[in-house]
């Protein structure tokens, strides 16, 4: 089991920007393909990206163009860039650490953090 903390959420007006970050406990952190997850109220978790332990990335339909996803080994952390931000992205954001080789919703959670979007 690996211990992810995230951070970055708040309150930000439609269009602007956030930057998640999401830091794990382990320096093996290079051995899991990492997730964002978004559960929005009354809804259930969804992928919003993925990165594997590689490098290579997954969007959702509704991130693609505006979400980034990006890892840094060394400081055992994922980030999840996000631009031109909509009030439908509003959820909580949970970072996900997979042994597998994509992220897939298994393995370990964040207890995420809040992103809310409104003007």
């Known amino acids: 089991q690996v211990q992810l903390v995230e951070s970055g959420g708040g309150l930000v007006q439609p269009g602007g920007s956030l930057r998640l970050s999401c830091t794990a406990s382990?320096?093996?952190?290079?051995?899991?393909?990492m997730g964002w997850y978004r559960q929005a109220p009354g809804k259930q978790r969804e992928l919003v990206a993925g990165?594997?332990?590689?490098?290579?990335?997954i969007y959702a339909d509704s991130a693609k163009g505006r979400f980034t996803i990006s890892r840094d080994n060394a400081e055992n952390t994922v980030y999840l860039q996000m631009n031109s931000l909509k009030p439908e992205d509003t959820g909580v954001y949970y970072c996900?650490?997979?042994?597998?080789?994509?992220?897939?919703?298994?393995?370990?959670w964040g207890q995420g953090t809040q992103v809310t979007v409104s003007s």
């Open positions: 996900n650490a997979d042994l597998g080789p994509t992220t897939s919703g298994s393995g370990s």
């Open positions: 990165i594997t332990r590689g490098g290579s990335t």
């Open positions: 382990r320096s093996i952190f290079s051995f899991y393909a």
